[in-house]
């Protein structure tokens, strides 16, 4: 989560330093961030002088809701330093036989894309439900209150710092405006509802309400 809200400053940041490999320190430790696809196989061919090994398997243990038993059994000559033995050590083998180009990874691929297949299906039926609905809402929001800019006219946000855009492109800054309510004769009471209907409202190119 905290990486999903910083992702902005993360971009910005790797962008000033453009290394095909840098070094994070940390309390007791460093993190090695490679940037470069060589130098990823370089550094997967070095399992043991660079290894990826203890971070997955504190992950596991963190994730899975281990014990501190199970914890301390799984990080034992985690990098193979001691012979090809611990859980570690035994895995990484089989995880490289499964993998490799041939029939096996074939099976594994085509199980994971009827899964994604059916998963975006699925999504796409709910995501079309939550657009209506929430262009519903703005819709209602529109029609009973005023917006103006704090600063006296609206201008386009600039969405420079913005990488990752799913529905709408996120502004770089805040848009500070002010709402306040319409006026409204008397007598008129305001009424909002989603029913049945015989005809359809274009709320978007591609969905219908």
Known sequence: MSISRKKNQLIRSSEKAPL?????????????????????????KQPKALSFRPIEAKLSGAVCGLSQKARDLIMKNVNGTDGNWGISAELYPLFKESLKPGKGLNALNNVMIRVVG??????????????????????MFF?????????????IPKTDNTRVQTVIMEP????????FTRGIPEGVKWKFGLRDSTSFLAMANEDKL
């Open 172 to 179: 770089d800054d805040d848009i500070e405006v002010s709402i």
């Open 20 to 44: 095909p490999i840098s070094t994070l320190h940390i309390p007791g430790k460093k993190v090695y961030v490679v940037n470069s696809p060589h130098l990823i196989q370089a550094v997967q």
């Open 143 to 155: 029609s009973r209150f005023e917006i103006e800019p704090t600063k006296g006219t609206w201008k």
């Open 118 to 139: 059916d998963a975006l299906d699925s999504l796409a039926e709910r995501r079309h439900f939550a657009t209506n609905e929430v262009l519903a809402l703005v819709s």
